[in-house]
């Protein structure tokens, strides 16, 4: 395993194929793993330039223990099987029990919050990092956050909006439904505070006429990010998709859960949302067209007096996410995380270097708008 010092979990999925082809383009050994071999075989013969990564790939049991074997000897495991909220505290064990640093895609507010409660001293004490949601729908947002707060210091009131245009994957739909059973957050005098169910807005993107609407979806994992932050008081995030019409399904879809499922037992939720989840997508979506599968991250900040815009303009919220993670293992085969325990991905990385790698490959542009 020292040759190959990154193990990407979940290599068949849309988001651990990405990782993969960007490893390559960073030029770092890597693990493909997951819980069948010929599957990521037949999905890595389609990587671009595959021929030319230096690669292994393993089969193995969604299990601590034989996750911790494949794991002994690994920097960073890339974890992308989800939704993480059911899935990912076994990654994180085995992580742990390996001595090895763990980031995955799942944004998923409640699994963000249980890595900060249950995970962050056990690696912090480790001297070893775990950063969840280390992916797009948040991290390319983060960066704007960052780059405000370095702008305008008097800033303590943080509203995100994080959008793409595209098809939600397998595992990204899962998630979308499997959040209703969940409470949506916001921080406010560093409390969190819940939504009320089904909370929508309207929201205006600058240089746009259309308002477009956006949901908390659990919160996003920003109020988690800045609970403990001195300077940060208030979080609002929002976010979703660029198409209406897939908005105000998922909408009524809330408005379904508070109506007829929200009194039945979590187990039965769960099946039940997890059936609907994929009549809505059983399919591998086509991969992203930069042209048309755009993401747009905008974060308007105040303070007393301070107040900034920034936004993040964006292509393939899916490419996004295999770059940052790939530019997060690449960082961490050669040098330690600037924090331990739980961290944000510009916390564990700086919010510049991983700006400056989307915008090495094309894929976000950040602009100070007001």
Sequence with gaps: ???????????????????????????????????????????????????????????????????????????????????????????????????????????????????????????????????????????????????????????????VLSMFMGYPTFGSTQTIFGQLQWESFFLEQNEYVEWPPVTTIEALIPGEFRTRLALPWGGFPHPAWFKDDPRIANVYAFGGLLDRSLMENVVAGQRDYQEKLRALPAEEQRRILAEIAESVQSETPPRENRRRQRTIDVVSARGSLDSIQVVVHGQGAYLQTGLIQAFAAHHLVFQPPRAFGFASPCSAFGHRELLAALEAYGLARLKVVG
Excluded at 130 to 155: C, F, W
Aim: glycine letters at 8%; hydrophobic letters at 40%.
């Design 1 to 159: 395993m020292a040759d190959r010092p990154v193990v990407v979990y979940g290599a068949s999925g849309v988001s651990g194929r990405l990782t993969v082809e960007y490893l390559r383009e960073y030029n770092v050994p890597f693990v493909a793993a997951g819980r069948n071999r010929e599957r990521i075989e037949e999905v890595l013969s389609h990587v671009p330039g595959i021929a030319t990564a230096d690669y292994e790939i393993v089969q193995v049991g969604h299990t601590v223990d034989e996750l911790t074997d494949l794991l002994r000897g690994a920097k960073v495991v890339c974890n992308s099987v989800g939704p993480c909220i059911y899935y990912a505290d076994t990654v994180v064990e085995a992580a742990l029990a390996a001595g090895c640093h763990y980031i995955d895609t799942g944004g998923e507010a409640p699994w963000v919050r249980r890595v900060q409660e249950q995970w962050n001293r056990p690696f912090a004490d480790a001297g070893l990092l775990v950063a969840p949601a280390t992916a797009y729908m948040s991290a390319t947002a983060e960066t704007a956050i960052r780059e405000a707060q370095d702008l305008a210091p008097g800033i303590d009131t943080i509203e």
